[in-house]
């Protein structure tokens, strides 16, 4: 396992392009089944995560490549296995959104219940509540969940609420199914998220007709069948914040390109409230350090609210703040995994149920770490540059799985990381 060992303080400067969003090409990529033969997908970023859905669209049956310009073709003309192994599954809890386009292409699917991650627990009762009102018989069998539609599936109005609000990859299962279901899907509460919105585009390229997309009421006309699709993702806005972030805590200065401001309302509007610069700058902006850190409050929500996934790389920012921030987390309660590793940096972070309160500190200090989930990682990596000394961060696959080798692209701007191999 790799180990980063990261010198700070630093202060990074310079250009960095965002990547394309892992969070929108995973469920685009389990799009590609819905329609017999080859979809090629562009700016499908190259993280761990994808290789993990890579192999699991090959064990269903699908060829995939990767081409020398990037591009990612998917053929799906064969799907002889529908089944989404555990050994897979389990590296990657999002391969759960290979269920509803499985029903819908071959009558059933077998995929493994994703189990708990570092963040908390991963049900899928929404998932499971969507497909059965489109008309699926499911039921759990050793770990796995098994779906079956034999006589197809058949549309419905669907309240897709749950108790922490919509469901991101909930909403993908269900509308991707009811894209080849019979007749008309109504989806209440379904997720706003910009991946959910790429999704819906990307469907209705290949011939889907949903309406309302963008909105937490999703219209879907079944049709007969969809056709393969050359797809652009969108660029991945947890990337362009955790950037915006690492300007901001090294009192930097960056310029992000291909990065959409417009769906990142609320997190700017949080780092203008912190008292950093941001101005849109062609097709992304740049993010100004202005050498203080104000105190905010944060509560993360559903999409347009702030959103879970840049929780902990805000928290990281608010412990250098002068004062006191409170950071509540409403869609994962457990996901703190970083306020330990982020107080033996000597921040001073304390946890009240599913609240932190964050007081702002002088100056962290390096230490050796653990990485956990994937955005805690990140959060450490940001701390560690702008901590004084030399951070050790064990089990930086955590931080490959989302981020590609962010060492070799924030380098570049000033950062010193170097990747080792753990002794
Ligand atoms: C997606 O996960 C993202 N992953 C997560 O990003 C992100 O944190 C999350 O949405 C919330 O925005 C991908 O898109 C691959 P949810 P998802 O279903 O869809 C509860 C990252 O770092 N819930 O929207 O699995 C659930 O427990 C990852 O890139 C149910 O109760 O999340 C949570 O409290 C981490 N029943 C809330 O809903 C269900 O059936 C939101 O979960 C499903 C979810």
């Known amino acids: 396992m790799d180990v980063f060992r990261i010198e700070g303080p630093v202060r990074l400067s310079g250009r960095v392009p965002v990547n394309g969003s892992k969070n929108a090409a995973l469920p685009i990529m389990a799009a590609a089944i819905l329609a017999e033969g080859q979809s090629s997908l562009v700016s499908v970023p190259n993280l761990s995560d994808v290789r993990v859905f890579v192999e699991l669209l090959k064990s269903l049956g699908c060829r995939v490549e990767r081409q020398a310009q990037g591009d990612m073709l998917i053929d799906s003309t064969v799907i002889d296995n529908p089944v989404g192994d555990y050994e ?8 759960i959104c290979i269920l509803g386009p499985l029903l819908a292409r071959c009558g059933r699917a077998e995929v493994s219940m994703p189990g708990g991650c570092a963040i908390g627990d991963r049900p899928i009762n929404l998932h499971v509540r969507g497909l059965r009102q489109l008309g699926a018989e499911i039921h759990l069998k050793n770990g796995y969940v098994i779906a079956e539609a034999p006589h197809g599936l058949t549309g419905a109005s669907i309240f897709l609420g749950g108790s922490f609000g919509s469901t991101v990859l909930g909403t993908a299962n269900v509308m991707m199914a009811a894209t080849l279901a019979r007749g008309r899907t109504v989806i209440e509460s379904a997720a706003c998220e910009p991946e959910i919105t790429d999704l819906a585009n990307c469907l209705n390229d290949m011939g889907a007709r949903i309406s309302g997309i963008g909105s937490p009421r999703l219209v879907i006309e079944g049709v007969g069948q969809l056709n393969p699709v050359r797809y652009t993702v969108i660029p991945d806005r947890i990337e362009a914040g ?19 401001l417009d769906d ?21 902006c740049t993010v100004v350090g202005t050498g203080k850190i104000i105190p905010a409050d944060i509560t993360t929500q559903p999409y347009p609210g702030f959103p879970t996934d840049l929780q902990a790389q805000f928290m990281a920012l608010l ?28 921040a001073d972070l304390r946890k009240e149920g599913p609240a932190v309160v964050v007081a702002g500190v002088e100056k962290l200090v390096a230490a050796p770490v653990m990485a956990s989930d994937l955005r805690a990682s990140a959060a450490l990596v940001l701390a560690g540059m702008a901590a004084e000394g030399t951070t050790t961060i064990n089990r ?7 981020y590609e080798r962010i060492e070799e692209r924030l380098n570049p701007l000033g950062a010193k990381i170097r990747r080792e191999k753990a002794p």
């Open 88 to 95: 897979i599954v389990r590296k990657m809890r999002a391969s």
């Open 242 to 260: 955790t950037f915006m972030v690492a300007a901001a805590i090294t009192n930097g200065e960056l310029e992000l390109t291909n990065c959409r």
């Open 264 to 284: 990142m309302m609320a997190v700017v509007d949080k780092l203008r409230s912190i008292g950093i610069a941001v101005e849109s700058k062609g097709d992304g």
């Open 319 to 346: 412990a250098l703040a002068q004062g006191n921030s409170l950071v509540i987390e409403k869609i994962f309660p457990d996901r703190f995994m970083h306020v330990a590793e982020l107080n033996r940096m000597a």
């Open 396 to 402: 930086v696959y955590h931080i490959d799985r989302g």
